[in-house]
């Protein structure tokens, strides 16, 4: 049953956090029902991370929150021998400890979400709530990418799955329209002889966002040691998280030579298009695509090894 509160402000108090009507469901249909009904002056609320901050500073004044945390059979991670599940209530914490997830062909995701913030954000912070918010430099969208992922996205009556990569329609945009929920996401296993890693530049370890980040996808033929697949996703240096199609053309067919390796990295390089910013300019940025894509290159080959 949907609990109803109205949250409202003394008006006499400076607060840039505005009154708004505060909705509980707790079924994925009663949410669908508040979010057609409310449309754009509502917002969904699952770990509340960034909509939390964004009323606090008045970027966001929505006049209802639809808080999602009470829908059961959302917070969940289930990895089997044929795919992963994730909920859209599953967090970022999670995914960080779970030792399954990270000896898993999965373990990349695993390890993007140690990078993700700080621990106290990993520990409210949903996974698709980091896909949702569609951030160029999001540390959960390019091996989400890499590894096939699909969302499960739920309307009035409707229901739909689109890839990750097709998602994105520029920074905080994605296809999810207005009154739709994205319930879980969904990945098939990876075959035998793949590799996923994740590389992320930046100063720190914790705290902060992205300079680069890479996700790289190899599979090798073991008969032949020939690559047979590969993805590569380039993180916080366009719009969106980006595949490079030309630079994984050339990985394809080869058996990762130095020279196979150096040449897919300069092509990612080119086709990176980053912006200057307080965190890095676009020269730099591009450089160091170079860089970090032979390194996680080399990482996902590692893997190639642990997965017969």
């Not at 929505?62 to 990895?79: A, Y």
């Not at 035998?192 to 720190?204: A, F, I, M, N």
Request: glycine share 8%; proline share 4%; hydrophobic share 40%.
């Amino acid at each position: 049953m949907t609990v109803r509160r109205s949250v409202r402000k003394n008006a006499e108090v400076s607060d840039p956090v505005k009154g708004f009507d505060y909705f509980r469901p707790t079924t994925v249909e009663e949410a669908v029902i508040l979010y057609n009904e409310g449309g754009n002056r509502a917002r969904l609320l699952a770990g509340g991370t960034e909509l939390v901050n964004e009323m606090r500073f008045g970027k966001s004044q929505p006049e209802q929150v639809i808080d999602l945390k009470h829908i059961g059979g959302l917070d969940f991670m289930e990895l089997t021998r044929e795919r992963l599940r994730i909920g859209a209530l599953y967090r970022v914490r999670d995914a960080e400890c779970s030792g399954a997830l990270r000896h898993s062909p999965f373990g990349a995701l695993s390890f993007a979400a140690g990078t993700l913030g700080s621990p106290q954000v990993r520990n409210k912070a949903t996974i698709v709530g980091n896909v949702c918010r569609a951030s160029p430099s999001a540390d959960l969208i390019p091996p989400l990418i890499a590894l096939g992922a699909r969302a499960k996205i739920v309307g009035k009556g409707t229901e739909r799955t689109v890839a990750v990569e097709e998602m994105l329609l520029g920074p905080g945009k994605t296809v999810v329209e207005t009154g739709e929920i994205v319930t879980e996401l969904d990945m098939a296993n990876v075959q035998d002889h793949t590799g996923c890693s994740y590389y992320k530049l930046s100063p720190r370890k914790s705290l902060d966002l992205a300079v680069v980040g890479v996700a790289v996808m190899v599979r090798i033929d073991h008969r032949t040691s020939r690559c047979i697949d590969a993805r590569i996703v380039l993180g916080a240096v366009a719009p969106t998280a980006i595949r490079v199609p030309r630079a994984e053309s050339i990985l394809i067919g080869s058996r990762l030579s130095e020279s196979a390796v150096q040449a897919a990295a300069r092509v990612a390089s080119d086709e990176a298009k980053p912006l200057d910013d307080v965190r890095a300019s676009a020269w730099y940025r591009k450089k160091m695509v170079d860089v970090v894509v032979r390194r996680t290159i080399a990482l996902a080959l590692e893997q190639t090894g642990k997965r017969r």
